[in-house]
């Protein structure tokens, strides 16, 4: 049977849209890597988060609770049953209520002002704490110094959670391993729990795709246009819905564990890309 002439005529129009807006995609990830410095990008990120009303009580994400990989996690034999969590990027509190739901006793931070508003309704009720702060503040803990410095007395930690997804927002690789060195400093016996966004390791020979070379073209172009920034790491994206974002490899995950004092004990991909790490002993 043949098809109809205006079904074939959809089918293109699809693929003229799809790559209509991706191309859309690429040229605004670019104008955002060109032109905003990359100094302003954690304040883009909170602007973003500003809006995720799913995120605070009563919305779709929190009303979920902890996700089935979570709780996998929660259940594995290196994780404590018990316990005081220390909880990282706590969002608008679903983390904060799922943990204390398990018994444990949770002690977290949130720098979003509107998601850590949510967070704060969360704890009260439950007998936990949530504080203003940002991962950065974590190595000025360590010292019993900043905004997180009640941290460092509310120890030890059984446990370290970094918040769904959040260690992809921090951009910078030496950010990322001194992040978890204030962890480990912190809780230097606690396994911790992370999760991530995911690229597919990629060969060296590997053809171009059609995407890499429109964003060298755009590149090129900003640059003589007078873009003055020019460090883009290959896994840095921006998403509509939570700003910059990086995106790991595998092997920069274990990387990433294995210079800041923790092995990888479990890696896995879906339903959502995390990690859980243990100090090397």
Same mark, same amino acid.
């Given at each position: 049977? /043949? ?23 690429? %040229? ?10 990359? *100094?302003?990008? /954690? *304040? ?20 979920? #609770? ?5 709780? $996998? ?8 049953? =018990? ?6 990027? /706590? ?7 799922? %943990? ?24 009260? $009720? ?17 010292? #019993?110094? #900043? ?7 509310? #120890?030890?930690y059984a446990l370290v959670v970094l918040g769904w997804g959040s260690i992809t ?12 060195? $204030? ?11 992370? =999760? ?6 990629? =060969?060296?020979?590997?053809? &171009?795709? &059609? ?6 073209? %755009? ?8 873009? @003055?920034?020019?460090?883009?790491p290959e896994g840095l994206a921006y998403e509509a819905g939570g700003g910059f974002?990086? /995106? ?6 274990? *990387?990433?564990? @294995?210079?800041a004092g923790y092995a990888v004990q479990q890696f896995a991909e879906a339903p959502?890309? @995390?990690?859980?790490?243990?100090? @090397?002993?």
């Open positions: 049977m /043949a098809v109809p002439l205006w079904v074939r005529a959809l089918q293109r129009a699809d693929r003229v849209a799809w790559y209509a807006y991706h191309g859309y995609e690429v %040229l605004r990830e670019e104008l955002l890597f060109a032109y905003v410095d990359p *100094s302003d990008r /954690a *304040s883009v990120i909170q602007r973003a988060y500003e809006a995720q009303e799913a995120y605070l009580p009563g919305g779709a994400t929190f009303e979920r #609770g902890l996700f089935s990989w979570e709780q $996998s996690l929660l259940d594995r034999p290196e994780v404590p049953r =018990s316990g005081r969590v220390l909880l990282a990027a /706590a969002g608008g509190g679903r983390e904060v209520k799922g %943990l204390c739901e398990r018994g444990y006793d949770v002690r977290a931070f949130e720098p979003n002002p509107v998601l850590r508003r949510g967070a704060e309704q969360v704890a009260t $009720s439950l007998g936990a704490r949530v504080y203003n702060g940002v991962f950065a503040d974590l190595s000025q803990a360590v010292r #019993g110094e #900043g905004p997180l410095a009640a941290l460092r007395e509310e #120890g030890p927002h921090v951009l910078e690789d030496r950010e990322r391993v001194e992040l978890l060195e $204030s962890v480990r400093a912190l809780a230097p016996t606690a396994p911790v729990i992370t =999760s991530f966004f995911l690229r597919p390791e990629r =060969s060296a020979t590997a053809p &171009k795709a &059609k995407t890499e070379r429109l964003r060298a073209l %755009l590149r090129g172009a900003f640059a003589k246009a007078g873009a @003055h920034n020019r460090s883009i974002v990086y /995106a790991f490899t595998e092997s920069e995950v274990q *990387s990433m564990a @294995h210079r959502f890309p @995390h990690a859980l790490l243990v100090p @090397h002993r």
